[in-house]
């Protein structure tokens, strides 16, 4: 359906949709010239998406058509993504090593590059500091402040994978302080070669605290212990690091060793040997966990996939150890870090589920819906609910059991043909057949994951629903049948032509053509063209032609008169239904069309070369009528020959005369009529009298014949010869 957006000559021309941002300007209209309009449109939305038609207006007194052309708009979907998903908060030292990262994604169909930046907010700063980027050609450039740590390797920006981007500064400082966030902006390039920006995010921030380091005693060292806090979740990496201060002891060796709960962890001894202790080994093993030497004073403790039985309070045992004369390491004295306590949450089912669905079909298309599940460990089950309005419950259309058994189809449904899919990737699919439009409303899906029980029992573990609306429109409803034509008013024997545009969805259509004579009441029809495909001529079949043209947009007959007589002038229509699998789904007539069919003008002139004819009694005169110019070479003409007082013969267009009974006898044997030549009339009156004196006139009217048969007058002329007889002798 077409829907009125905007006018230069009706500000109330826009639909209800369109309204409020006609009057709030974001949309707008400007006339550049007589003939030239700029449509402008602030603040896209996703349903601006589709045809723009522009078209003109009817506006003079005579009748000369409706043009309009069309442009499609493509609104690309905001599909930009961007998160942080590390711990809200960290606490570290001077010289500590930070890392952050941050995931970018996006959707689109359309070719976009992205750029990621990350920023620091410091206590001090008015505004955001950019500390690095990576741009959308896949340059990294440091931010202002930060070109001489960037060009000494102390930021760096990786790209890991598609989607996410890490940041890390090997050392911070104290005006590192501050919120760290990422930011992402995705670009796209115009025909002219420009990059423009169409979307952008903002992640949340990481809040970073910097402890300055106080040097200790000659003699002496210091521990610290740094741990995400939490709460962490099952399955997120859980770093620990133990940091030696000890600036005053050189040569020194030290052996570091992790605890929880008083509980030995790892340790890696003065030789940098590393040392797992009981059940932890294995998970060494399996990769799940590691334990390195990041820098000369720094020693970290990672745990990949973080378990509920990792929670707990952590400290670092460290031991300053000198080197006897055999290689072995003597114990001098030992620091203890402060604990720090860790807590990790029991992760929930990451169970989720999207709905994918056309928001408007056609009565009779299938009805397709998606439920894209993920997330999930154990079988799946889904249940299928539709309801029609909003203030109506939900009714069951159909269901699948965890171990893949469809069952209770609802009762509108069991007559049609309604099935759920169940794709090896866990997605669910519900199909109808030939939707209604009783099939508008919304539609639920309710996926439930089971587990196996210790029993042997399936159980339902958890339950995911979405909805969405969609709307089943009639044939009737989205068909719309227009009959236009730049050949409404032609002379005879011109061509005419009607095209009838039929805008609507992909059903098969039959079409009529009628037409109404002008001054009669009665609708004939010309063509029947059914939906079969089959031609049924109502008219003679010589006196028109069809052409049909098939495009994206519309269908488009072309009922054409190759040459238009009289008789076909009037008013025409088409009329259109719509079948879905031979049920008729609707009937259109279009707007009826006049056409008039008007004479051509003529070209006749006449000659007489005689204008004054002076003879005497008994002699006989001759009169001469010659068409000099005609319309066309397959001219006819009718003559009258008169005087003042009478009319004396005619000739009609086969050239049959014929006298006036009002002549007499008498004259009926003086006069005649001959062709002379093609164009040349000749009247003789033999023997003429002194009463035979006066005027004669000749009439020559013109005839064509039109292309159905039928002979019209053109024009009617006269040319007059002044005739004196006079006694012999005088």
């Given amino acids: ?65 409706i043009y309009a052309a069309e442009t499609k708009l493509n609104v690309i979907t905001d599909t930009l993504e961007a998160s942080y998903s590390g711990s809200p908060s960290q606490s570290l030292s001077e010289g500590d090593p930070l890392q952050l990262e941050c995931q970018v994604f996006s959707q689109t169909f359309q070719h976009t590059h992205l750029s990621v930046t990350w920023f620091l907010h410091g206590e001090e700063d008015k505004t955001p ?51 760290f966030y990422c930011k992402a902006i995705e670009w796209i390039q115009d025909p002219d070669r420009s990059w423009t920006q169409i979307a952008h995010k903002t992640t949340t921030a990481c809040n970073v ?63 940098g040997v590393l040392t797992m202790f009981d059940s932890y080994k294995e998970r060494e093993n399996a990769a799940e966990m590691r ?63 999207v709905m994918e669905m056309k928001d408007a079909l056609t009565e009779g298309d299938p009805l397709r819906v998606t439920c894209l599940v993920s997330g999930f460990k154990g079988p799946l089950s889904v249940s299928w609910q539709h309801k029609k309005d909003s203030g109506v419950s939900f009714s069951d259309v159909i269901s699948l059991t ?87 008013n032609v002379a005879i024997d011109s061509r005419i032509e009607l095209l009838c545009t039929v805008r609507g969805p992909e059903v098969s259509l039959a079409v009529r053509w009628m037409f109404q004579a002008r001054n009669s009441t009665v609708q004939k029809n010309i063509l029947t063209i059914r939906h079969t495909g089959e031609f049924i001529w109502g008219a003679a079949q010589r006196n028109y032609q069809l052409s049909i043209q098939p495009l994206p947009s519309d269908t488009r007959f072309i009922l054409m008169v190759p040459r238009a007589s009289k008789q076909q002038e009037g008013q025409y229509q088409c009329q259109v239904d719509a079948y879905q699998k031979d049920v008729q789904k609707a009937s259109k007539n279009s707007n009826p069309l006049a056409v008039t069919v008007h004479k051509p003008v003529s070209k006749m002139s006449l000659y007489s070369p005689h204008p004054l004819l002076e003879t005497t009694v008994d002699t006989d005169a001759k009169f001469e009528c010659a068409v000099m110019t005609t319309t066309t070479n397959t001219s006819r003409f009718t003559i009258t020959w008169m005087t003042e007082s009478q009319m004396l013969l005619t000739m009609d267009l086969d050239a049959v005369v014929k006298f006036c009974p009002a002549v007499g006898l008498e004259m009926d044997k003086r006069i005649r009529m001959e062709i002379r030549q093609k164009q040349t009339f000749q009247l003789t009156i033999n023997q003429v009298r002194t009463s035979d004196s006066g005027k004669y006139h000749c009439e020559v009217e013109e005839w064509l014949q039109d292309p159905l048969g039928d002979w019209y007058s053109l024009k009617n002329m006269s040319v007059s010869t002044e005739l004196v007889v006079k006694e012999k002798g005088i």
């Fill in 209 to 271: 605290e910097v402890k300055q380091i106080v040097a200790p005693d000659a003699g002496s060292f210091s521990v610290y212990l740094k741990a995400l806090k939490g709460p962490l979740q099952e399955g997120n990496a859980l770093d620990i690091r133990c940091s030696v201060n000890a600036q005053n002891l050189p040569g020194h060796f030290f052996s570091v060793t992790w605890l929880k709960n008083q509980q030995k962890v790892a340790q890696i001894g003065s030789s």
């Fill in 129 to 179: 500091r950019p500390i690095i980027t990576l741009d959308k050609d896949l340059t990294v450039k440091p931010g202002a402040g930060f070109e001489d740590r960037y060009r000494a390797g102390l930021i760096s920006m990786d790209k890991l994978e598609d989607t996410t981007y890490r940041l890390m500064m090997p050392q911070v400082q104290q005006s590192d302080q501050g919120k």
């Fill in 291 to 353: 334990a390195v030497k990041t820098s000369r004073s720094d020693y970290l403790l990672t745990i990949r996939s973080a378990r509920t039985e990792d929670q707990g309070q952590y400290q670092c045992e460290v031991w300053q150890e000198d080197m006897n004369e055999d290689g072995t390491f003597k114990k001098i004295q030992k620091q203890m870090s402060s604990p720090e306590t860790v807590s990790i949450t029991a992760k929930e089912s990451d169970l989720a589920v």
């Fill in 1 to 65: 359906m077409d829907v009125n957006m905007i006018s230069t000559s009706d500000p109330e021309f826009a639909y209800g949709m369109f309204s409020s941002r006609v009057r709030n300007k974001e949309i707008d209209i400007k006339r550049l010239s007589g003939s030239s309009v700029l449509l402008k449109i602030d603040n896209l939305l996703e349903k601006d998406a589709g045809d723009l038609v522009c078209e003109t207006l009817h506006t003079g007194g005579a009748y000369y058509g």
């Fill in 402 to 488: 965890h171990d893949g058994v469809m069952k209770d189809i609802g009762t509108r449904y069991q007559s049609r043909h309604v099935q759920t899919l169940h794709s090896p990737a866990g997605n669910f699919t519900l199909e109808i057949g030939a939707s209604a439009k009783s099939d508008s409303g919304e539609y639920k899906c309710i996926v439930s994951e089971w587990t196996v029980q210790s029993n042997g029992e399936m159980k339902k573990a958890n339950t995911q629903s979405q909805q969405k609306a969609i709307t089943v429109n009639s044939v009737d409803s989205l068909m719309k049948v227009t009959l236009k034509s730049r050949t409404t």
